[in-house]
């Protein structure tokens, strides 16, 4: 069965074909022998020249026949002249290197010459002066990827660029694709292609400064958090500034949220040892806060009067003085790397050894004695105070509940100096800050610190008595 349809598909012609029919025999043995899609040379059917093309239909391995199409060069040349416009680029395909295929002016030419045997036009019959010179042009030039070859030269005062493709594909003779148009042309178009590409620099320098400026935006909040949060590792909760707002939304969220953190820590400071939690995060792994024993420090102070003293004075002055006292006590021990456990009514209780081992801990606690008498003297003249310090074996580490650990130490070290202090009332010299420590506190001073004899005391709960020394200076 033949079938013919017209370019849009509509049948117009249909007829049994006889396959044994030698020359179609032929045709459809080589056509099924290639397997592949073929073109024929062109033809002269009519007033018409025409191109084809085959190609085999397949089902699986079955044969069913071939499909094929074809063009007139008329139509050919329509759609190649399509590529341009009058004074624009000019199209054209060239068959071999003396007949042309499609061209503009192909439609314009007698087809009076044409037929069987010279089914198209001579190249010279185009009256094209850039297709003349181009086909006896010199080597032209190609990209590396050799898809094309550019051609250059002049034709009078005019200058033309000819681009052109050379395909093999399409039978024994080779077709040339090709596109000319005057230089001028091209420089026109190469200029607005140069302030495009100015233009897209401008915009791409715009587009860096803009990426940069936004850069720092964002980054200058971020650094800021990541360094209030090095601070915050660190607990340094008075050296960080609360973060600016921000004009990126999920910036200002995030400095919101920082700054109320932070609001938090410093309320939370202020009922924590900081300095302690501090040296633990310092010590990391060598920090533990497991329970164990070694041999500490412990200082007890006391304020001597104070009850009688709250009956004078108003709550307010009592909360006070009692602020300034501890204030000069806390400074006095920090210097000294020493640790605050807890206050008790106008009562202290420090330690040292712990978190951070400290050889030196008697020597240390010691020094904090001495510096809190000299401030004192400067700050509460006319108060009477009254310093323990002891040293010996205690249980250091976490005490307390899961929801309420206290990091302290506990066992007799502690009960001990609290007897101490309470002897101190009765060893009176008319001292302003008396200072007493334990003899075994005063066996780990150096030779730099004085002491005297103080006596030798039963202390309550303690079989043997306790020597006790008065530290004068150092």
Same mark, same amino acid.
């Given at each position: 069965l033949m079938l013919e349809r017209d370019k849009t598909?509509?049948?117009?012609?249909?007829?049994?074909?006889n396959q044994n029919a030698p020359e179609l025999k032929r045709f459809l043995d080589r056509i099924r022998a290639g397997r592949e899609t073929t073109w024929n040379q062109p033809f002269r059917v009519a007033d018409a020249t025409?191109?084809?093309?085959?190609?085999?239909?397949?089902?699986?391995?079955?044969?069913?026949?071939?499909?094929?199409?074809?063009?007139?060069?008329?139509?050919l040349s329509a759609l190649v002249s399509a590529l341009g416009t009058s004074t624009g680029p000019v199209g054209f395909i060239l068959y071999g290197n003396d007949h042309v295929l499609a061209h503009r002016n192909l439609p314009l030419l007698p087809t009076s010459g044409l037929g069987e045997h010279n089914p198209m036009h001579k190249i010279a019959a185009l009256g094209d002066p850039v297709i003349d010179r181009f086909v006896t042009r010199p080597q032209g030039y190609s990209p590396p990827d050799k898809s094309f070859t550019v051609h250059d030269f002049e034709i009078g005062d005019l200058g033309y660029v000819v681009l052109s493709r050379r395909f093999a594909e399409f039978g024994p003779v080779p077709?040339?694709?090709?596109? @000319?148009? %005057? +230089?001028?042309?091209?420089?026109?178009?190469?200029?607005?292609?140069?302030?495009?590409?100015?233009g897209g620099l401008i915009l791409l320098v715009l587009a860096i400064v803009a990426a940069i400026v936004l850069a720092r935006r964002i980054a200058a909040p971020v650094r800021s958090t990541a360094e209030a949060a090095v601070k915050i590792g660190a607990l340094d909760l008075d050296q960080i500034e609360p973060l600016p707002p921000s004009?990126?939304?999920?910036?200002?969220?995030?400095?919101?949220?920082?700054?109320?953190?932070?609001?938090?820590?410093?309320?939370?400071?202020? @009922?924590? %040892? +900081?300095?302690l939690v501090r040296r633990l995060v310092r010590q990391r792994e060598k920090a533990t806060v497991v329970s164990r024993e070694q041999d500490l420090t412990v200082m007890f102070t006391d304020i001597v009067g104070f009850t009688a003293m709250s009956e004078t004075k108003s709550p307010t002055e009592i909360a006070e003085m009692l602020n300034r006292h501890f204030e000069v006590l806390y400074q006095?021990?920090?210097?000294?790397?020493?640790?605050?456990?807890?206050y008790i009514g106008d009562a202290a209780m420090a330690f040292w050894g712990a978190p951070e081992e400290q050889p030196d801990h008697a020597m240390r606690a010691c020094r904090a004695a001495l510096a809190a008498r000299k401030a004192f003297a400067e700050v509460e003249p006319d108060q009477r105070i009254k310093i323990a310090i002891h040293t010996g074996p205690l249980i250091v580490g976490n005490i307390g509940a899961v929801g309420r650990m206290n990091y302290t130490v506990i066992g007799d070290t502690v009960n001990t100096c609290s007897r101490i202090e309470?002897?101190?009332g009765d060893l009176d010299a008319g001292e302003a800050t008396i200072i007493l420590v334990s003899d075994a506190t005063a066996a780990e001073l150096d030779d730099g610190f004085e002491v005297e004899a103080a006596g030798e005391f039963q202390l309550k709960g303690r079989e043997k008595p306790v020597t006790v020394y008065r530290l004068c200076g150092e």
């Open positions: 598909g509509k049948l117009i012609f249909e007829a049994e074909a025409l191109v084809t093309v085959v190609a085999p239909l397949y089902r699986g391995s079955e044969f069913l026949g071939v499909a094929g199409a074809a063009i007139s060069l008329q139509e077709w040339t694709l090709g596109l @000319y148009s %005057p +230089r001028s042309n091209w420089d026109a178009q190469l200029s607005r292609l140069g302030r495009s590409i100015i004009r990126i939304t999920e910036l200002n969220n995030q400095a919101t949220a920082f700054n109320q953190m932070l609001d938090g820590l410093k309320w939370f400071q202020t @009922y924590v %040892p +900081r300095q006095c021990i920090e210097a000294e790397g020493g640790t605050l456990d807890k309470k002897l101190a």
